[in-house]
């Protein structure tokens, strides 16, 4: 497309929206003693949602990382080991503490503190019972629908459960956290949505050491949280703390 036509494009976005019409013409008569910027029409960027009374965010994203954050200063490993979990989290975390983020497509990163590593969640690069130090968040659920370009496998997430149980060590700690409801459902091909129930089956020989939920619509994060909590959502987040 050439640029004449790329700005047409934008300008007929921009000029949709009377408010922000409005807002450009006000802008650009105050710019006018300010000359420290240029402002023409071929650079229009309109952004028609930000305008809102509260600022919004993700609420499973923000909750989970801050509540395994804060799990990580009370324990404060000497090293954690993180299976694809949000880069947010290991980014900001290994500020104060040394993580190794493993992926099944790693993530070209540099950071201190911070080393980005590959490996296949269902075949783990570590021995038995030697991890003292582990999280996995928001990312089981995922595992064999293919989204990621992982083999198409209904078990997967099971597998890799045994994997995380496998190489936890005896007294360590492992933050897991997946979508949790009422109802066990798969949002194919997004993730699966698991009953507190079911996780709990799941990781059978491990002993929970707190479940705290982020309810799906509004409300702070409940800590100690049980089973009756999880009755009434559809899409809340579960967070569990096991430990061997």
């Known amino acids: 497309m050439s640029s004449f036509k790329q700005v047409i494009k934008k300008a007929i976005r921009y000029f949709w929206s009377p408010l922000i019409l409005g807002d450009y013409f006000k802008f650009k008569k105050s710019l006018k003693s300010d000359h420290r910027f240029r402002l023409h029409y071929r650079d229009v960027y309109p952004c028609f949602k930000d305008k809102t009374i509260k600022t919004g965010f993700d609420r499973h994203y923000v909750y989970h990382t801050s509540w395994a954050a804060r799990k990580l200063a009370e324990t404060k490993p000497e090293l954690h080991l993180d299976i694809s979990s ?16 493993y992926d099944y497509r790693p993530a070209d990163i540099q950071l201190d503190g911070l080393e980005s590593l590959g490996s296949d969640l269902l075949s783990l ?57 009422r109802e066990a459902v798969i949002q194919y091909n997004a993730h699966r949505i698991y009953t507190y129930q079911l996780v709990l089956e799941l990781f059978a020989g491990l002993k929970l050491k707190e479940f705290s939920l982020i309810p799906e619509v509004s409300g702070a994060l409940i800590k100690n949280a049980t089973a009756s909590d999880v009755a009434r959502e559809n899409y809340a987040c579960g967070c569990f703390w096991f430990t061997k």
């Open 86 to 101: 949000s880069l947010y989290f290991s980014g900001i975390v290994s500020a104060f503490v040394p993580i190794k983020f």
């Open 125 to 181: 690069p570590f021995a038995d019972n030697s991890v003292s130090s582990l999280s996995c968040m928001h990312v089981i659920e995922h595992i064999g629908l293919g989204r990621y370009g992982d083999p198409i496998d209904p078990q997967a997430d099971a597998k890799a459960i045994v994997e995380l149980k496998r190489v936890l060590a005896v007294g360590g700690n492992l933050l897991f956290v997946v979508p949790i409801g």
